[in-house]
């Protein structure tokens, strides 16, 4: 009873304080978006919030991207008024040109799942951090990281073959697991220089990947305060005062995720006390660890040695390591299920896949750098599956003044008028559409809804040429762009195609007979229906004949 209570008056207060919030916006904030063709809200309180956001929201977003166009009005909880585009101009102001009058919404929430790494600072401190860790993801060090990233994938090979020593017939795998199992620790010796996983099965499972999936499935359930609650409850009280108050509420979800950060942090210090031990220890101590002082960690920590004006402090980097490990681990692992699931359903293109694998293979020799970042069947199908089914779907950003944002796509307004840039006061939410910038028709042509390797094989469109889009790779939205892109792209790519290039050279997937259902969670997520609260996606695996 005193739970319920708590949460009730917990509840009541977040929706006062977002109707206090909406109604202290200038008064023209309403008129200067309400013109803005638009879905109709739900109700005045739901407005179109829940449609948008909640895990099964595909349909509500390709809705937006067939009837209304780039730049549309999306009601938001009590009549906020917001915006959501995928206009190539509007992106490039919001994201480049003028990135710093827009705040990230979840850049409160990121300090306080992460620390002071790279998503949860802003300003001189997040450029000073970007310096000092772009030598770390250059092409190449990418180069000398492949040997690594090799030794992970034997690692997997092995731990999957054992599946059929005693019966070589197929057999339903669980290859989510699979897939974080191996990103996890392929950011670990290449980004840490710390194993955390065998691979050799099941058994030896570290529990890491599951506590990240349990973090992203509950942040998801918290959807409502980790948007309007959280910004304003981080700025009150000391860092302790917060702690004691999570502590105090008798609120499951938030002692969930209080115990999982913990166990991040813990975890990172752990490996950094390991790696300032070697460091001090000598060279030879820092040979002699998993990254052989080549992994990210090891290179940072000793330009962190010297005196230089990108050196970081110890919280620093240790927020640096619990956001590498989140950042590498959840995405990549739901891109390469999403490429098997899809190479499961088209054995025509698995079949292509692997010929091209197999000849760069050379019987069983790993593929060298240069040869496997060059081959163009590999490439296209991890491009066409990074624009169909980004893993992250949209960037917020906070208006932090009264601003004009220029649209290359002109749209007509309610009123009939053509709308050549709209006015965003201060305050307003803006939701740059990740999803339906890698699927406009108008840019990617009528089949941009369908998953099409080949497209990526021959010249890309004019239209899409022209239009600019902001984006760091290829034309998509899919890594973000300008100051906040994702730094780690390319790890991000070459982990996928050094995966690949072994599974399916060894190993053919069709589809379970369970249905799959893909998630839109903080990041996209496969389940199974009926059981939509656990993350996984099984698929029957065979060996391919040698």
Same mark, same amino acid.
């Not at 309403?30 to 109709?40: M, R, V």
């Not at 206009?87 to 409160?108: C, F, G, I, N, T």
């Not at 030896?204 to 409502?224: D, E, F, N, S, V």
């Not at 965003?424 to 089949?447: C, E, F, H, Q, Y």
């Given at each position: 009873?005193?739970?319920?209570?708590?949460?009730?008056?917990?509840?009541?207060? +977040?929706?006062?304080? $977002?109707?206090?919030?909406?109604?202290?916006?200038?008064?023209?904030?309403?008129? +200067?978006?309400?013109?803005?063709?638009?879905?109709?809200?739900?109700?005045?309180?739901?407005?179109?919030?829940?449609?948008?956001?909640? %895990?099964?929201? =595909?349909?509500?977003?390709?809705?937006?991207?067939?009837?209304?166009?780039?730049?549309?009005?999306?009601?938001?909880?009590?009549?906020?008024?917001?915006?959501?585009?995928?206009? #190539?101009?509007?992106?490039?102001?919001?994201?480049?040109?003028?990135?710093?009058?827009?705040?990230?919404?979840?850049?409160?929430?990121?300090?306080?799942?992460?620390?002071?790494?790279?998503?949860?600072?802003?300003?001189?401190?997040?450029?000073?951090?970007?310096?000092?860790?772009?030598?770390?993801?250059?092409?190449?060090?990418?180069?000398?990281?492949?040997?690594?990233?090799?030794?992970?994938?034997?690692?997997?090979?092995?731990?999957?073959?054992?599946?059929?020593?005693?019966?070589?017939?197929?057999?339903? $795998?669980?290859?989510?697991?699979?897939?974080?199992?191996?990103?996890?620790?392929?950011?670990?010796?290449?980004?840490?220089?710390?194993?955390?996983?065998?691979?050799?099965?099941?058994?030896?499972?570290?529990?890491?990947?599951?506590?990240?999936?349990?973090?992203?499935?509950?942040?998801?359930?918290?959807?409502?305060?980790?948007?309007?609650?959280? #910004?304003?409850?981080?700025?009150?009280?000391?860092?302790?005062?917060?702690?004691?108050?999570?502590?105090?509420? #008798?609120?499951?979800?938030?002692?969930?995720?209080?115990?999982?950060?913990?166990?991040?942090?813990?975890?990172? &210090?752990?490996?950094?006390?390991?790696? *300032?031990?070697?460091?001090?220890?000598?060279?030879?101590?820092?040979?002699?660890?998993?990254?052989?002082?080549?992994?990210?960690?090891?290179?940072?920590?000793?330009?962190?040695?010297?005196?230089?004006?990108?050196?970081?402090?110890?919280?620093?980097?240790?927020?640096?390591?619990?956001?590498?490990?989140?950042?590498?681990?959840?995405?990549?692992?739901?891109?390469?299920?999403?490429?098997?699931?899809?190479?499961?359903?088209?054995?025509?293109?698995?079949?292509?896949?692997?010929?091209? $694998?197999?000849?760069?293979?050379?019987?069983?020799?790993?593929?060298?750098?240069?040869?496997?970042?060059?081959?163009?069947?590999?490439?296209?199908?991890?491009?066409?599956?990074?624009?169909?089914?980004?893993?992250?779907?949209?960037?917020?950003?906070?208006?932090?003044?009264?601003?004009?944002?220029?649209? +290359?796509?002109?749209?007509?307004? $309610?009123?009939?008028?053509?709308?050549?840039?709209?006015?965003?006061?201060?305050?307003?939410?803006? *939701?740059?559409?990740?999803?339906?910038?890698?699927?406009?028709?108008?840019?990617?042509?009528?089949?941009?809804?369908?998953?099409?390797?080949?497209?990526?094989?021959?010249?890309?469109?004019?239209?899409?040429?022209?239009?600019?889009?902001?984006?760091?790779?290829?034309?998509?939205?899919?890594?973000?762009?300008?100051?906040?892109?994702?730094?780690?792209?390319?790890?991000?790519?070459?982990?996928?195609?050094?995966?690949? +290039?072994?599974?399916?050279? &060894?190993?053919?997937?069709? %589809?379970?007979?369970?249905?799959?259902? =893909?998630?839109?969670?903080?990041?996209?997520?496969?389940?199974?229906?009926?059981?939509?609260?656990?993350?996984?996606?099984?698929?029957?695996?065979?060996?391919?004949?040698?």
């Amino acid at each position: 009873m005193v739970s319920n209570l708590v949460l009730i008056i917990i509840g009541l207060a +977040s929706v006062l304080w $977002i109707y206090l919030v909406n109604r202290r916006k200038p008064l023209h904030h309403h008129n +200067s978006l309400a013109n803005l063709p638009g879905p109709e809200a739900q109700s005045w309180l739901k407005g179109n919030f829940i449609q948008a956001l909640n %895990p099964k929201a =595909w349909g509500f977003h390709l809705r937006l991207l067939q009837e209304f166009g780039p730049t549309v009005r999306h009601d938001g909880l009590m009549g906020d008024k917001q915006l959501i585009t995928y206009d #190539p101009k509007a992106m490039h102001h919001v994201l480049v040109k003028d990135q710093a009058l827009y705040e990230r919404q979840s850049l409160e929430f990121a300090r306080l799942i992460f620390g002071k790494g790279l998503t949860g600072i802003t300003g001189e401190a997040h450029r000073k951090q970007r310096r000092a860790l772009n030598p770390v993801f250059s092409i190449a060090h990418m180069k000398d990281m492949l040997p690594i990233f090799y030794d992970v994938v034997h690692k997997l090979e092995r731990g999957m073959s054992r599946k059929f020593e005693s019966e070589n017939k197929p057999q339903e $795998i669980e290859m989510l697991l699979w897939m974080s199992r191996t990103a996890l620790e392929l950011v670990g010796q290449a980004g840490l220089g710390y194993s955390f996983d065998s691979l050799e099965d099941d058994a030896t499972a570290h529990p890491y990947p599951g506590i990240l999936k349990q973090l992203i499935t509950t942040l998801g359930q918290m959807w409502i305060i980790r948007t309007y609650v959280l #910004p304003w409850a981080s700025k009150i009280g000391t860092p302790g005062f917060q702690r004691w108050f999570v502590n105090t509420l #008798p609120w499951k979800n938030g002692h969930h995720v209080r115990d999982m950060v913990d166990y991040m942090w813990e975890v990172s &210090k752990e490996i950094y006390e390991g790696k *300032m031990k070697a460091l001090a220890e000598g060279d030879e101590a820092v040979a002699r660890q998993v990254g052989k002082g080549k992994d990210i960690m090891s290179i940072l920590m000793r330009m962190n040695t010297e005196e230089n004006e990108n050196k970081m402090e110890e919280d620093e980097v240790l927020g640096q390591m619990s956001t590498l490990v989140f950042a590498a681990m959840d995405t990549t692992s739901s891109a390469l299920a999403r490429v098997l699931d899809l190479l499961s359903t088209r054995p025509d293109v698995q079949a292509k896949l692997r010929q091209e $694998i197999l000849q760069a293979r050379k019987g069983n020799e790993d593929i060298p750098y240069d040869v496997l970042v060059s081959l163009p069947y590999l490439d296209a199908i991890c491009r066409e599956t990074l624009r169909l089914y980004p893993p992250v779907l949209n960037v917020v950003r906070i208006a932090k003044q009264d601003t004009i944002l220029p649209l +290359s796509n002109p749209v007509t307004g $309610i009123d009939g008028t053509p709308i050549f840039e709209v006015h965003v006061p201060k305050g307003s939410t803006i *939701m740059i559409s990740v999803l339906n910038s890698n699927r406009n028709p108008a840019i990617w042509g009528p089949d941009s809804l369908e998953w099409k390797p080949e497209r990526w094989l021959s010249p890309l469109p004019n239209d899409l040429i022209e239009a600019h889009i902001p984006g760091v790779y290829s034309h998509l939205m899919t890594f973000n762009a300008g100051g906040r892109s994702c730094i780690g792209f390319k790890f991000s790519q070459l982990e996928m195609k050094a995966v690949l +290039s072994m599974l399916i050279a &060894k190993f053919n997937f069709t %589809p379970s007979d369970k249905s799959v259902f =893909w998630q839109m969670n903080l990041i996209a997520t496969p389940s199974v229906q009926g059981n939509e609260r656990m993350s996984q996606m099984p698929l029957v695996v065979s060996k391919v004949e040698e």
